[in-house]
T-cell receptor, first 113, second 114 residues
């Protein structure tokens, strides 16, 4: 059963606008969350993370929001750029365990110039 | 450059053949893991290791073996390849420091079993 879900398989956004990618999880033991970006024929590359002791983390154009009560997190990209076009994966980990990552199914973001 | 190196990048196997996917990291990370990615699915954990000499099963371990004789290397063995093992395989190494968890992935091995 999928413990991390990304219900939107794709998203198209105009350049310069905000991209919002969503992720839901079911396991209340998850306490660390990461976003990865993936281009074709490459491995996932780390984008941004957040610990469950926070509800927001920013890094340049990227902000991740965590709502623990709703078991929901989102990634905001502002402003969106054509180079942001990729597949974005949400991942979660329970640090009380072996730090294994559980991934969502990914959202393909297309930024239209 | 420091990171995770996977070989080969591409491989075609016949059903029943065996092979080993290689993974090496030079970051002295204790934790290493193997994932597979299939169309429409996220990455799923096959096996992982929390240190040399220690391995454990992930979500989808059947048909795969691993060993960890050194910190640097974590090979994945397919014992008798099946078409269901056609996938893209990613190796990762990671460490945790306080609240932070850092994962580095290799560039992947695309395996086709015919």
């Amino acid at each position: 059963d999928q413990q991390v879900k990304q219900n939107s398989p794709s998203l198209s956004v105009q350049e310069g606008r905000i991209s919002i990618l969503n992720c839901d999880y079911t396991n209340s033991m998850f306490d660390y969350f990461l976003w990865y970006k993936k281009y074709p024929a490459e491995g996932p590359t780390f984008l941004i993370s957040i610990s469950s002791i926070k509800d927001k983390n920013e890094d340049g154009r990227f902000t991740v929001f965590l709502n623990k009560s709703a078991k929901h997190l989102s990634l905001h990209i502002v402003p969106s750029q054509p180079g942001d076009s990729a597949v974005y994966f949400c991942a979660a980990s329970a640090q009380s365990g072996a730090n294994n990552l559980f991934f969502g199914t990914g959202t393909r973001l297309t930024v239209i110039p | 450059n420091a990171g995770v190196t996977q070989t080969p990048k591409f491989q075609v196997l016949k059903t029943g053949q065996s092979m080993t996917l290689q993974c090496a990291q030079d970051m002295n990370h204790e934790y290493m893991s193997w994932y597979r990615q299939d169309p429409g699915m996220g990455l799923r954990l096959i096996h992982y290791s929390v240190g040399a000499g220690i391995t454990d099963q992930g979500e989808v371990p059947n048909g795969y073996n691993v060993s960890r004789s050194t910190t640097e290397d974590f090979p994945l063995r397919l014992l008798s390849a099946a078409p269901s093992q056609t996938s893209v395989y990613f190796c990762a190494s990671s460490y945790s420091k306080g609240q932070a968890l850092s994962y580095t992935f290799g560039s992947g091995t695309r395996l086709t079993v015919v």
